[in-house]
């Protein structure tokens, strides 16, 4: 099973709105095949394996185990249900990780195989399995996406210089940019407020590390935000939402909230509609803020530059309650990963 997650991570950042699968076939105590879901809407994981195990063509005399991190399909999506092709492959025993929570499956791909004889046995490493797939489980199970915070700040707590200095702060080293890029090239969406699209005019794009650019959005309740920022150049999808239209024109999508409501209460469903199913939120402070003081987070990733001080500027969000999962160090910065208590 750990082999199984190890594969299925292969796929992050392309299978969304899937969740990333692994599955190994094994026999006589020997892997013959190995599968994952590399990307949305091609083959799933437990056909790579199956396919894999029948391209070598090398059966043995005992009977075959599947182990996937993931209970398998049941319904047709862009893909035939899996738990069919188990069936049809004479699979004797699967043992799987987790079940899935998305509805059309959540325990009918096990009844399905149980119904035919096949021994399914479940809950092996299913915290790990989970784990795997906080998004996917986070979306369906809450109906919102997984929203990760992203700050650097220096030594004595500060994002930005004061807002008469009008000069970008820069913060993090060039490992630590390209470890950015490489959490852009893992979400569905990354997001932005208007103050850090005016002050960085940021391109938000994954250029740094191999995998795809999430989709680009910013909150702009007034539309102030000139044609002639990189966010607004057309060259990648962007969604702008704000208080004064609903539009879209080619790679530019405007969606109107109501500027009387609460934002955050709307904003979450929105995205939920569109099935992004996480969201790196890159600032600004306020934004940060808000989403901390309405615990509309999930992890915060705060990069901290252990030697630069500047004495006064705009300082870095408060955290509450919380845990530190992972830290470590890449030159002077420190990567501090952090979970709600």
């Known amino acids: 099973?750990?082999?199984?997650?190890?594969?299925?991570?292969?796929?992050?950042?392309?299978?969304?709105?899937?969740p990333m699968v692994g599955?190994?076939?094994?026999?006589?105590?020997?892997?013959?095949?190995?599968?994952?879901?590399?990307?949305?809407?091609?083959?799933?994981?437990?056909?790579?394996?199956?396919?894999?195990?029948?391209?070598?063509g090398k059966p043995g005399n005992g009977p075959r185990t599947l182990y996937v991190s993931l209970e398998p399909c049941a319904h047709w999506g862009k893909t035939p249900p899996c738990a069919d092709l188990i069936i049809r492959s004479g699979i004797q025993k699967v043992v799987i990780g987790c079940r899935d929570p998305f509805e059309a499956v959540n325990g009918k791909g096990i009844e399905k195989l149980r119904a035919a004889d096949v021994e399914v046995v479940e809950g092996?490493?299913?915290?790990?399995c989970r784990e795997l797939n906080k998004r996917f489980f986070t979306f369906h199970e809450k109906k919102r996406p997984y929203i990760i915070l992203k700050w650097a700040q220096t030594?004595?707590?500060?994002?930005?210089?004061?807002?008469?200095?009008?000069?970008?702060?820069?913060i993090t080293n060039p490992l630590s940019n390209r470890l950015v890029?490489?959490?852009?090239?893992?979400?569905?969406?990354?997001?932005?407020?208007?103050?850090?699209?005016?002050?960085?005019?940021?391109?938000?794009?994954?250029?740094?590390?191999?995998?795809?650019?999430p989709l680009r959005m910013v909150l702009d309740m007034q539309l102030r935000?000139?044609?002639?920022?990189?966010?607004?150049?057309?060259?990648?999808?962007?969604?702008?939402?704000?208080?004064?239209?609903?539009?879209k024109q080619e790679n530019l999508e405007y969606c109107r909230l109501d500027k009387n409501k609460s934002l955050i209460s709307q904003l979450l469903p929105a995205l939920y509609e569109?099935?992004?199913?996480?969201?790196?939120?890159e600032g600004g402070r306020q934004l940060l803020q808000t989403l901390l003081e309405e615990e509309a987070w999930d992890e915060a990733r705060i990069l901290t530059n252990s030697r630069l001080y500047i004495g006064d500027g705009l300082r870095a969000p408060v955290l509450s309650a919380n845990r530190i999962i992972n830290e470590w160090k890449?030159?002077?910065?420190?990567?501090?990963?952090?979970?709600?208590?």
């Open 23 to 56: 599955a190994v076939l094994v026999q006589d105590d020997q892997i013959t095949g190995e599968g994952w879901h590399a990307c949305y809407g091609q083959a799933h994981a437990e056909v790579g394996a199956i396919g894999m195990a029948a391209k070598n």
């Open 124 to 128: 092996v490493l299913e915290k790990e």
């Open 181 to 213: 890029h490489q959490w852009r090239s893992e979400e569905a969406g990354i997001l932005v407020g208007t103050r850090t699209a005016l002050a960085d005019d940021p391109l938000l794009t994954n250029r740094l590390m191999p995998g795809p650019t």
């Open 274 to 281: 569109r099935k992004i199913q996480s969201v790196l939120v």
């Open 155 to 170: 030594a004595d707590g500060f994002i930005a210089f004061p807002e008469h200095h009008h000069n970008r702060l820069m």
């Open 225 to 247: 935000l000139p044609g002639s920022l990189k966010l607004l150049n057309r060259a990648f999808p962007t969604l702008v939402f704000n208080g004064v239209k609903e539009e």
């Open 1 to 18: 099973m750990f082999r199984c997650i190890e594969l299925a991570r292969k796929g992050a950042g392309y299978v969304a709105p899937n």
């Open 330 to 341: 890449l030159d002077d910065d420190m990567v501090s990963i952090r979970i709600k208590e």
